[in-house]
């Protein structure tokens, strides 16, 4: 695989794990839907948009959702993983790095892989079907799990995520700070 490639996905593995409201958590319990606005037409989740399909990312990401919550648990934490490799390949993709970039992504790309195994590891002690016997105790202890092993990856990838950050352009900052935003 290309080298840039995978540098410019361990950054967005970064960008991902510290955008809370981008990447999931491993929660069994579905986002809340949206409602329109009092006399506005259209489904619960589009955002409020008139007409029965309006809202397209609302209504994209209600359904994703949906699909993702009738996942046994292992698989929708492996999706979740799979899901933040995707956003890396594409912020990679439209960052173009520099030669000069490259080693501080490359850098920031080693941390970010050894956050992802301990999470995958995570991921692997899960449920293999859904409707197990776990308690409210057994899901509270594997959420602080999870919740633990992001934060660790987080403090450790900041420094080198702050040090890619700077070697960036005006141009690349703006990519990197807002990754979906069109231009």
């Known amino acids: 695989m290309n080298r840039s490639l995978i540098a410019g996905a361990a950054l967005v593995a970064g960008i991902a794990i510290a955008a809370p409201i981008i990447a999931w958590s491993a ?67 439209k960052l173009n790095l520099t030669p000069e970039q490259k080693p501080l992504a490359d850098k920031l790309h080693g941390l970010q892989q050894a956050a992802a195994d301990r999470e995958r590891q995570l991921c692997a002690s899960l449920p293999a079907a859904a409707g197990g016997q776990e308690t409210i105790l057994d899901k509270v202890n594997r959420r602080e799990q999870f919740l633990s092993a992001r934060l660790q990856g987080l403090q450790q990838t900041k420094p080198a995520l702050n040090q890619l950050y700077q070697a960036l352009t005006p141009e690349q900052k703006a990519i990197i700070d807002h990754p979906f935003k069109p231009r």
């Not at 949206?34 to 209600?62: D, F, I, L, N, S």
């Not at 949906?66 to 933040?84: F, G, K, N, S, W």
């Open 27 to 93: 929660s069994d319990t579905p986002p809340q839907s949206t409602q329109a606005a009092p006399g506005e037409r259209g489904m619960p989740g589009m955002g409020g948009m008139p007409g029965m399909m309006g809202g397209h990312r609302g209504w994209m990401r209600e359904m994703m959702m949906h699909r993702m919550m009738q996942l046994p648990p292992r698989q929708r934490c492996e999706e979740r993983l799979a899901r933040r490799a995707g956003r890396i390949a594409y912020m990679e993709a």
